[in-house]
């Protein structure tokens, strides 16, 4: 851990906002011009000056929603979600065209052959996120603004979240990238034009704004549609848990898991680990959103119709289904592009038949459904976590888009449990997720080290399909190899695990350069 991260660890909270009034007074005597088309292909969109935006409470509550506003605009992109950047790239075994139209998008992604071209390598509207937080980490601290300090400390909580939370996903993606900490607002700034950051810079930054929002999280408040208590530890688990597996294994990276998971709350029984798998989901009958088990979400409903990139490739055309079955339990609205490999299509299908895996239902969608019999004996097959709303006839994409929920910290904490060489804890943990799965106690008891990693991997697989979360736990398991082909033929490629960056941000900014190994 940084001398830097430690020594936040020991400010108080009035330390920190001090500091951080005191430097950013200093420019708030200049006028926030309208920000410009940055090089980064931010595209600022709020064009009120400092002199008439930042003055009241609402002011600042409205900038800080646009935070999230902006963070569900990246993540609903067709080719930019958290199935792309986290889940796709697993590739066939878990990924595959439709088999009913012989068709897939984003083959690129799935054959881990990017290059500058490819939609999905595009960061515009992540920066978008990151500049908006930059905005309410200058401004909101200023002594001018009418605010209670409660409500000043839930927006700069929440800008340091997002931030956060922001450069983690570019930092995973991209390794090296521009590191900017203030609002574009003129083309004169040297952020206007950015070099690429060194990854352990754009690291510590990201510890230093981890720890800051948890300063603030006592007032961070209960929506799950902005940063929780919860969410800030649950990013701070999944951020030492990366670092410990990817920026070497020292051990204070799993002290500061370990200390994030205890202020979660771990335990046997907790109700935020909900019984009912498929209730999680939202869509779903009840239409659950933002149930207990859900830590941090992007909003989403009928007027929006936004979850992009997750279940609108997974949708049918009318014609390829029986017309009793449309929308019922078919989604309808498209054509399909995409559908789970063979290999996991099995996965799936053999915890369901050996192991009486509840959470299937909710994950494979399947039956004799289509109307072309001699095409798979009219069988189809979709994911079916995030279908939405079937009750009008066409689908309605209206599920939330979820981040972060109970049971992922249920299994970091398993996953941190291994790494301390815990591993009959470890096993308890994996055996909450296991309940709730197969309705048995002590599902799994080998205790050997590689028979607890096996169960990692398999509950990952299982638990969180489409949720953006098992290409990273792959990576920080070092098992990725053993389920993409492509990848572990090109195992020691410079940099294989990154992404190019897109041509446009380049042709832009000159002083912008490929990652190495791509182009």
């Known amino acids: 851990m940084s001398q830097d991260m430690k020594t936040i660890k020991n400010m108080t909270l009035i330390e920190i906002k001090g500091r951080a009034a005191l430097c950013l007074l200093l420019s708030l005597a200049a006028l926030c011009v309208p920000s410009c088309h940055g090089k980064?292909?931010?595209?600022?969109d709020n064009r009120l000056t400092a002199s008439n935006m930042w003055k009241t409470e609402k002011h600042v509550e409205t900038?800080?929603?646009?935070?999230?506003?902006?963070?569900?605009?990246?993540?609903?992109?067709?080719?930019?979600?958290?199935?792309?950047?986290?889940?796709?790239?697993?590739?066939?075994?878990?990924?595959?065209?439709?088999?009913?139209?012989?068709?897939?998008?984003?083959?690129?992604?799935?054959?881990?052959?990017?290059?500058?071209?490819?939609?999905?390598?595009?960061?515009g509207q992540l920066y978008n996120v990151i500049d908006q937080a930059n905005a309410v980490l200058k401004y909101a601290p200023g002594s001018s603004i009418s605010m209670s300090e409660s409500r000043?400390?839930?927006?700069?909580?929440?800008?340091?979240?997002?931030?956060?939370?922001?450069?983690?996903?570019?930092?995973?993606?991209?390794?090296?990238?521009?590191?900017?900490?203030?609002?574009?607002?003129?083309?004169?700034?040297?952020?206007?034009?950015?070099?690429?950051?060194?990854?352990?810079?754009?690291?510590?930054?990201?510890?230093?704004?981890?720890?800051?929002a948890v300063s603030y999280a006592g007032y961070l408040g209960n929506d799950k549609y902005l940063a929780t208590k919860d969410a800030v530890n649950m990013l701070k688990a999944e951020f030492a848990l990366w670092c410990w597996s990817c920026r070497g294994h020292d051990d204070s990276w799993l002290e500061m898991a370990d200390e994030?998971?205890?202020?979660?709350?771990?335990?046997?029984?907790?109700?935020?680990?909900?019984?009912?798998?498929?209730?999680?989901?939202?869509?779903?009958?009840?239409?659950?959103?933002?149930?207990?088990?859900?830590v941090f979400a992007l909003q989403n409903d009928q007027s929006y119709q936004l979850t992009g990139g997750v279940s609108g490739y997974f949708t049918f055309a009318t014609a390829a289904v029986k017309k009793e079955w449309q929308s019922a339990p078919v989604p309808i609205g498209g054509t399909q592009y995409l559908d789970y490999g063979d290999g996991f299509l099995q996965k799936l299908r053999d915890s369901r038949d050996r192991n009486g895996d509840r959470r299937v239902e909710t994950n494979l969608g399947e039956g004799p459904y289509g109307q072309n019999e001699a095409l798979n004996g009219g069988i189809l097959t979709w994911p079916n976590k995030y279908i939405g709303d079937l009750s009008s006839g066409n689908m309605v994409k209206d599920a939330d888009m979820i981040y972060y929920r109970y049971a992922l910290a249920v299994m970091m904490c398993a996953e941190l449990r291994y790494r301390q060489g815990r591993y009959q804890d470890a096993l308890s943990c994996l055996n909450m997720i296991a309940f709730r799965a197969y309705g048995r106690d002590n599902f799994y008891t080998d205790a050997s080290p590689s028979a607890v990693m096996d169960a990692l991997v398999n509950e990952y697989f299982l638990e969180f399909p489409c949720e953006g979360v098992i290409w990273w736990a792959l990576i920080r398991l070092d098992r990725i190899w053993d389920y993409n082909e492509s990848l572990k033929a090109r195992r020691n490629d410079t940099n294989i695990l990154l992404w190019p960056i897109h041509k446009d941000s380049r042709s832009k900014n000159p002083k912008l350069t490929q990652t190495e190994g791509w182009y």
């Open 152 to 212: 000043r400390c839930w927006a700069l909580g929440q800008a340091h979240f997002a931030r956060a939370y922001a450069y983690f996903w570019a930092v995973r993606v991209w390794g090296d990238v521009p590191l900017n900490l203030a609002p574009i607002e003129s083309v004169d700034q040297p952020e206007t034009y950015p070099v690429r950051a060194p990854q352990e810079d754009v690291y510590e930054q990201i510890e230093r704004d981890i720890a800051a």
């Open 260 to 294: 994030a998971l205890a202020a979660i709350g771990i335990k046997s029984g907790d109700p935020r680990l909900m019984s009912d798998y498929s209730k999680v989901f939202d869509g779903r009958g009840t239409k659950n959103k933002n149930s207990a088990e859900v």
């Open 40 to 44: 980064l292909d931010i595209v600022q």
């Open 63 to 123: 900038s800080v929603n646009d935070i999230y506003a902006k963070m569900r605009k990246n993540f609903v992109q067709d080719n930019v979600s958290m199935m792309h950047w986290g889940e796709l790239r697993v590739g066939p075994y878990m990924w595959g065209y439709s088999r009913v139209n012989k068709i897939y998008t984003a083959k690129e992604v799935l054959e881990n052959n990017m290059t500058s071209s490819s939609a999905s390598c595009k960061w």
